[in-house]
C-alpha cells in the first residue's frame, strides 16, 4: 500500500473516533428498539453491521414490530435512506478518479450522514482510503452500541428505558431542526409534516394505514407536494 | 404467515447498498432535473418529522415527559447545540420529569 495511502487511512480513523463515541450513544437507543420489536441482539447487531442507518434501521423495525410485508420494508427502507441517494451522487464527484472502480464500491457501503459529513470536507478530491479510516472507526461503534442496547435495555430498570427512548428522536430532532432555523421553507414542512402525521395516526379514517405506509405516504405526498411548491435553488442543495 | 426476521434483515441491507452504491458506480454526473433534486433535498426533513412525531409521545412511560423531551429537543436544537447533546439532554428530561409523573 502506498505511503499517502496509510496516512490517509491513520487520518480517518482518528476523525472517526468522536463519531464512534456518538454512535454508541445513539445505537444503543436503537439497541432498544430493535429489542421492543423482538429481535435478537445477534439479530439487531447483524443489521447494524450491514445497514449502518439510523432512521432506516429504526423504520425498518417498525416493520417488523408489525410484522409488515416484504414489499413493505423495501419501500420503507428506500424511503427512510433516500437521503443518501442524494449524499452518493454528491461523493461520486468528490471522490479521486485515480482509484480502480472496486473502491466505489466499498466507499458506498458505509455513506452516513457523519461519514459523508467528513468525507466531503477532506480537502480537495478524496482519497477513499481516509473515508475506509473513519469507517474503521466508526462502523464497530455502531454495532457495539446496538449490541449494547438490546442486552442491557432488559436489565435497566423501566424508567432509564423510557428515558434512553426519546433519545434517537432527540438525534432526529438534531438533524431537522438547524435547517429549519436557516429556512422558512424547511420550518414549515417540519411542521406541516408533524402535523399530518398525528392526524393520520389518530383519525380512525386512516387506521387502515400501516405505521410504516404512514410515513411513506406522508414522504412522497409533502415530500413531492415541496419540490412542486417550492424547487430549491441549485446552490442552496448539497 | 409468519415472516423471517433474516429476510427481514436481507432486505434492509441490500436496498440500503443499492441506493448507496448506485448513485457511486451508475451516475458520475449531477442530477439535471430541479424537481427531482427538490423531492430527493425535502425528503429526509418530511421522513424524520414524521417519525418523530406523535411517535415520540408515546415511546415514554407518559404522554407529559414525551412532549417536554420534544420541546426541551428544539429548544437546543434551535441553540445550536450538537446531535449528542440534544440526545442526552431529552433522555434527561424524562428521566427528571417521571421522578415525579
Known sequence: MKKENIICYKKGIHHGIPIALGYLAVSFTLGIAAQNAGMTAFQATLTSLLVNASAGQYAGFTVIAAQGSYLEMAVMILIANARYLLMSCSLSQKLSGDFPFFHRLLVGFDVTDEIFGVSMAYPGRLNPFYTYGVMTAAAPGWALGTCLGVLCGSLLPANIVSALSVGLYGMFIAIIIP?????????????????????????????FLSSGMRIIVLTVIISGAAAILFPVPEEEQT | ??????????????????????????????????????????????TLSVMTFPAILEATGSFYSGLAALLVGIVLAWCKRGLFQVAVFSCLTVFILELFL
Open chain 1, 179 to 207: 435547517p429549519a432555523r436557516k429556512s422558512r421553507i424547511i420550518a414549515g414542512l417540519v411542521v406541516v409534516s408533524m402535523l399530518a402525521s398525528f392526524l393520520f395516526a389518530k383519525l380512525p379514517v386512516f387506521g
Open chain 2, 1 to 46: 404467515m409468519e415472516h423471517n426476521i433474516y429476510l427481514y434483515i436481507f432486505i434492509m441491507a441490500g436496498v440500503s447498498y443499492l441506493i448507496r452504491v448506485l448513485p457511486l458506480t451508475l451516475i458520475r454526473k449531477d442530477i439535471s432535473n430541479r424537481t427531482i433534486r427538490s423531492f430527493l433535498y425535502y425528503v429526509p426533513y418530511v
